[in-house]
């Protein structure tokens, strides 16, 4: 009698080591090693001065999406006030190392720790609101800090701006573009790690159940205020410890760049890149810091074409109709963002040379 094997169809495991790892296979884990080995001791030797200060932009983008990620993608609470966070967490981090003369190793995790402090306050809301009410007081406090920042001239020099001091590990002064990157990229991975360890625990589960059905999650025992608070907390801790290396790497601020242009821009990182994804918001972060690059250039050389100039047409806002154009464009084709295509890549070549 001949005898069949059976071989598993599904991905099925035994343990909780099992459930809990984060690759399935080493060859997961082999790749990641690869990319950081690259990553820290490749890519900043041999990438120009301009393209190294692109990756240290993408590397501090990529921290505050993850964060917003945590609010929207896993927790459901959507939030129009993360560009004014990553404002308050440029501003305490300069105001500590200006006012107090706290050294940057302590003063940026501060700023992240101030800023999540005041987006649980502005978090309130969220245990009585939810959806387009939410979204409108969210705006709120965006408002709201844009307007403390620029008006508290006593302590944020208003317009003036404030200039950081070089920043120092014992003898060594973190100056230039490639000094920042191993202290960016250092950050983003830690922060990553986190993020991901926080969505495999308790609190992530919770944050997920609140997200599908916060009436469910209610009826479970979850109780939804408090981690809805947790979660703008978490969030802003991430948004706040990003404008704080921020405020560090440009060396001097102004509140110009906090405005709600840049939560949106936070919030079409997370769209793009997959909601209720990690590494998807390091894929959005970087698609669209490089988007800003490019139409910057698009908008410089369409200023000076004959016809346009002669036409009047005004290229102004050329960045929000592309930006909302790419934002709609993902959410009808593919609603999972860029880390659903880098899915179905590694699929591709995990089936190769077979199509099923």
Not at 97 to 110: C, E, G, M, N
Request: some cysteine; charged content about 10%; aromatic content about 16%.
């Amino acid at each position: 009698m001949k005898k069949f094997s059976l071989h598993p169809c599904g991905n099925y495991r035994e343990s909780y080591a099992q459930e809990l790892s984060i690759f399935e296979t080493n060859f997961g884990r082999i790749c990641l090693c690869l990319f950081l080995l690259i990553l820290f001791f490749v890519a900043p030797f041999i990438v120009s001065p301009y393209t190294l200060y692109i990756l240290n932009i993408i590397g501090i983008a990529a921290i505050a999406a993850v964060g917003l990620n945590i609010l929207i993608g896993y927790t459901g609470q959507i939030s129009l006030g993360h560009g004014a966070f990553f404002g308050v967490g440029a501003y305490a981090a300069a105001i500590l190392a200006t006012r107090l003369d706290v050294s940057f190793l302590i003063a940026i995790p501060a700023a992240g720790i101030i800023t999540a402090g005041v987006g649980m306050i502005f978090g309130l809301p969220s245990g009585r609101l939810k959806g387009l009410y939410l979204t409108i007081a969210t705006l709120a406090g965006q408002f709201i800090i844009e307007y403390v920042l620029i008006q508290w001239e006593g302590l944020t020099k208003g317009t003036m701006g404030i200039t950081l001091p070089v920043p120092k590990i014992m003898q060594w002064n973190i100056s230039g573009d490639k000094a920042f990157f191993f202290l960016i990229f250092i950050s983003l991975v830690l922060m990553t790690w986190f993020a991901v360890n926080i969505m495999r625990s308790k609190f992530g589960r919770a944050f997920i159940a609140i997200r599908d059905n916060d009436r469910a999650a209610e009826g479970m025992g979850i109780p939804i205020f408090k981690y809805k608070l947790l979660s703008f907390g978490i969030s802003s801790f991430y948004a706040g410890f990003a404008g704080a290396l921020w405020a560090y790497y440009m060396v001097s601020i102004t509140t110009e760049p906090f405005n709600l242009g840049l939560s949106v821009e936070f919030i079409a990182m997370v769209i793009i890149g997959g909601m209720g994804n990690i590494p998807g918001a390091i894929f959005g972060a970087t698609f669209i810091t490089l988007l800003n690059e490019l139409l910057r250039y698009l908008t410089v050389f369409l200023m000076n074409i004959d016809f346009i100039i002669s036409w009047g047409l005004n290229i102004a806002p050329l960045k929000e109709f592309v930006f909302g154009l790419a934002i709609v464009l993902f959410i009808l084709f593919e609603p999972r963002g860029l880390a659903e295509l880098w899915r179905i890549i590694r699929s591709s070549f995990r089936l190769w040379p077979f199509s099923y």
